[in-house]
């Protein structure tokens, strides 16, 4: 598809939130298309000033996803070049680990392309008209940076349907993999790119499984362990460690992987979390370190209020099982859920269970998942690492 696909004329509101440092334009910002969608077009303000080159949706309602600031032409020479920059912030990552996350859509400046490498195969989203429309032209690009084995497209995710994509997942360079086992530092995992959840894993955390193995010790409950990854990581520094998750599958999988790693001393079960926690409570039972790994609560907007309640519930009874001195990790993994609305969520729920808590440290999503100032979307997981001290 050429790159000339026409001019966008927005207002003096969406021109502001342009120079401000975002790289949405909202659809009724928009004064003047002259373009289709899934081209890339040029923006300019009402008088006329160019703002620079954007991919342009005609389903979406975020209308415009700014790719550069200047008038230039964004050809397969520019992709290559962007693409190239991103690859190497992630440089060194390579010697710790075997996955990771190579693009990062907006945090890279790709609004809606992702790619994760899991070892010789990577895992591409298209999740805009434009992206989805130069899905060949990333592939030739990723197979002469990388000469992978395999490129799967994971298009099945719903955030699609409203650009009016149609969801796919399949082979788009090479053989299926089926299954591939990774290291992440030092820890073992087998993951299925073409079938398992997101990309295949969950590459957020890598960086919050180190530092809880540094806080955890004793006896460890892991909630919502999906492949097992918290369990797994902190499992050395503990007594023992249970692993708990409602998914059937997933607990086979960690199960494996617990295998894999010859861990002898952690155990996973099928448990619907808010009753496990409940029933712990009612046997008086004590963990010296839990972590909280929830799947999003807060879908969007409308979800958020019964979002806090379930947050505020699985914290209120982890604070009320740790023995003093015992540590929580906590995470939310939701967007509409900010940093200073977990907080709060935290401090109500040590409050009600009646327990002085320490902040030992803040953390947030992997560095290979970038926080672009200017676009707070691009921060979505926030960490707590809590001490109970009585």
């Known amino acids: 598809m050429s790159e000339e696909g026409g001019r966008v004329v927005i207002s003096a509101r969406g021109a502001a939130h342009i ?136 298009n099945d995710v719903r955030v699609r349907e409203l650009e009016g994509l149609e969801m796919r997942a399949g082979m788009l360079y090479g053989a299926d993999p089926g299954e591939v086992e990774i290291i992440q530092h030092g820890t073992r995992y087998r993951v299925l790119p073409l079938g398992g959840q997101k990309t295949g894993a969950f590459l957020d955390q890598r960086e919050n499984h180190l530092a809880a193995r540094r806080y955890a010790r004793g006896r460890a409950l892991d909630c919502f362990t999906f492949n ?44 619907n979390v808010f009753d496990a926690l409940r029933e712990f409570e009612t046997r008086g039972e004590r963990f010296d370190t839990i972590v909280l790994d929830p799947p999003a609560f807060a879908k969007n907007r409308a979800s958020l209020a019964s979002a806090v309640r379930g947050y505020k ?34 401090a109500d729920a040590a409050a009600d269970a009646r327990r002085r808590v320490q902040i030992a440290e803040r953390r947030m999503q992997s560095s290979d998942h970038p926080v672009l100032v200017g676009v707070p979307e691009t921060l979505y997981l926030k960490c707590l690492v809590l001490r109970v001290i009585d």
């Open 19 to 154: 120079r401000a440092g975002h790289l949405w334009v909202y659809r009724s910002e928009l004064r003047q298309v002259e373009a289709v969608g899934g081209s890339i077009v040029r923006v300019a303000d009402a008088r006329g000033r160019i703002l620079g080159r954007a991919l342009y949706s005609d389903r979406s309602e975020i209308a415009l996803r700014l790719l550069t600031a200047r008038d230039e032409r964004v050809d397969r020479d520019w992709w290559q070049q962007r693409l190239r920059v991103a690859f190497e912030r992630r440089a060194g990552l390579d010697g710790a680990c075997e996955a990771y996350r190579l693009v990062y859509a907006e945090g890279d400046l790709l609004p809606s392309l992702i790619v994760d490498r899991y070892r010789d195969v990577l895992v591409i989203q298209t999740l805009a008209q434009a992206t989805d429309a130069r899905k060949d032209l990333f592939v030739e690009l990723l197979v002469e940076a990388f000469a992978p084995r395999a490129i799967i497209e994971r």
């Open 228 to 271: 097992g990854a918290f369990a797994l990581n902190i499992a050395p520094a503990c007594d023992n460690v249970l692993g708990l998750d409602i998914s059937e599958e997933a607990v086979l999988g960690a199960r494996r992987n617990a295998e894999l790693n010859g861990a002898r001393n952690v155990e996973f079960r099928v448990a």
């Open 313 to 346: 519930e699985i914290n209120l009874r982890a604070l009320k099982l740790l023995a003093t001195g015992g540590t929580l990790i906590t995470c939310t993994c939701s967007y509409h859920v900010d940093e200073s609305l977990f907080g709060e969520i935290v």
